[in-house]
């Protein structure tokens, strides 16, 4: 009889995440994929076998972190080559789409490359790099589609990691905003569809999740057919998730202004499981700037937009995306947004410095911003959005609401979750078994960034 074979050693991967959500999710992704190989998750860098880095080109910022996270990878590598080990040394996302062969040359320690559409072939490139095969660099948009060659939603290792997650429905943009790299790393509009969206949150249901953040670069934009092949929207897709049972939340980011339409609105007003909240970035409140950034859209129709939202959820909390200092802004195209942000009312907001990007259009403009007057405008917008958030969740002082813990915060008994509105709430004094749940917290006062509640009397009884 021969000896059973010993099982080799786990080998480990360990991703980094930069930049938006959908990277978050394609990071899971990645471990899933590294699952059937005999990769297990590592909890830091020094006791992997493969660092991945799955990064962003959005502003110039979240590219060059990339290369200061590489310098650090070379170091570790040299020394686990001394220990006679070894480190695979992987660039996936945004930057290494857009640059490929020029962040070899920039950083030769790297083994691989790879687009956000490609990773899916990670184990067939893990594989030719351990038989000795040359670095690789693959920045193809292949025809297959990735979505479909990722392991079944139930197979998936990270498919919960709590009461919350996120489902990637579409990726890519056709909009070519003139300041933006997404159409150029991510590629061309792509909705997945409807019946793969609907597995996967049925997946995550059955996991635990109750909350799921629909994601896409324009997720509004995604359309699909429904069960009996009619055309449908993001409108009609929300509809059908809210009916699988244990899903009590739904979201979804980011939207474009212009695929706002009517059934995603009524969906607002109609489908309780919606959360009252939409991120709807608008970039700029002067026509001219919008005309120049290729938004197709102008304030005028956001305003309108705003209106019919607010109509239909009253109490929607909204929030947006600013760019300040985007090339020929003058001081009237910038007090436009001031005035613009006066007139809606945000509950929170994200807001950026115009940042060049190699290869888009608005870089090669000749009226560049000097840094110190972006800075001013950044600082004058920051401090006028967060005057709002603050009132805003001020004004949450002494509503209940219902919260998804979903964080253990500081000491033993604080527990943090979101409201409907997806403000962070701390509570303290919270038993553990809430952890995950939905409870109702009193609102006792709010902050600039979170609001502080308590549990009702009978919420203190163990489930
Ligand atoms: N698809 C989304 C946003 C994707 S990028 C949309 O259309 O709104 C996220 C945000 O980064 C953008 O909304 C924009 O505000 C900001 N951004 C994108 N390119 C930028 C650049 N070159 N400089 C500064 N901010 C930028
Ligand atoms: Fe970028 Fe504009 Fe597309 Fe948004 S809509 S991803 S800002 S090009
Ligand atoms: Fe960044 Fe790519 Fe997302 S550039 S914002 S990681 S789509």
Redesign the pocket.
């Known amino acids: 009889m021969t000896e059973p074979k010993p099982r080799a050693p786990r080998k480990k991967i360990f991703v980094k995440t930069y930049g938006?959500q959908m990277n978050v999710y394609d990071s899971a992704r990645m471990v899933d994929v590294m699952a059937p190989e005999g990769y297990a998750e590592a909890a830091t860098p020094e006791e992997a076998d493969i660092v991945l880095l799955n990064t962003c080109h959005?502003?110039e910022k979240a590219a060059e972190k990339v290369y200061s996270e590489l310098g650090r990878l070379r170091a570790l590598k040299n020394e686990k080559a001394g220990r006679g080990e070894s480190l695979l040394i992987g660039v996936a996302g945004c930057v290494a789409q857009a640059e490929g062969e020029e962040m070899r040359r920039r950083a030769p320690m790297v083994d691989l490359i790879v687009g956000p559409q490609t990773y899916h072939r990670l184990p067939e490139y893990v594989a030719r790099l351990a038989n000795g095969g040359p670095a690789i660099v693959e920045t193809e948009f292949p025809a297959d589609d990735k979505f479909d060659s990722l392991p079944a939603p139930e197979r998936r290792k990270t498919l919960a990691r709590g009461a919350t997650a996120f489902l990637t429905i579409q990726e890519g943009?056709d909009?070519f905003?003139t300041?933006?790299?997404?159409p150029y790393t991510r590629g061309s509009e792509f909705s997945r569809p409807l019946a793969r969206i609907v597995d996967e949150a049925h997946a995550l249901a059955d996991a635990g999740v109750r909350e799921i953040t629909l994601l896409g670069?324009?997720v509004n934009a995604w359309h699909g057919e429904d069960a009996q092949g009619r055309p449908a929207t993001l409108g009609r897709l929300i509809r059908a998730l809210a009916e699988i049972d244990g899903l009590a939340r739904l979201r979804y980011t980011?939207?474009?202004p212009r695929d706002m339409d009517d059934e995603l609105i009524s969906a607002h007003a109609e489908v309780p499981a919606l959360m009252p909240y939409l991120h709807l970035?608008v970039?700029s409140g002067s026509d001219r700037i919008l005309a120049a950034m290729n938004r197709r859209h102008d304030t005028e129709t956001y305003l309108r937009i705003i209106e019919r939202i607010r109509a239909a959820r009253p109490d929607i909390a909204l929030s947006s995306?600013?760019?300040v200092g985007f090339p020929g802004e003058t001081e009237a195209d910038f007090e436009a947004t001031l005035a613009l942000i006066r007139a809606v009312g945000f509950a929170q907001a994200?807001?950026?410095?115009?940042?060049?990007?190699p290869g888009?259009p608005?870089a090669n403009e000749e009226d560049q911003l000097p840094d110190a007057v972006k800075d001013e405008r950044l600082q004058a917008l920051q401090a006028l959005l967060g005057e709002q958030q603050l009132a805003f969740n001020a004004s949450c002082a002494g509503r209940t609401m219902p919260v998804l813990f979903d964080r253990r915060g500081r000491g033993e008994t604080q527990l943090v979750g979101r409201s409907p509105y997806l403000q962070s709430v701390h509570v303290e004094d919270a038993p553990p078994h809430l952890f995950g749940k939905l409870v109702d917290v009193e609102i006792e006062d709010g902050h600039r960034n979170s609001l502080r509640g308590r549990l009702r009397e009978n919420e203190f009884v163990p489930a």
Do not use: G, L
Not at 179 to 182: A, E, L, N, S, T
């Open positions: 938006c959005i502003r943009c909009k905003c300041f933006c790299v997404v670069q324009n980011t939207s474009h970035p970039q995306d600013f760019i994200y807001s950026f410095k115009y940042s060049p990007r888009t608005a």
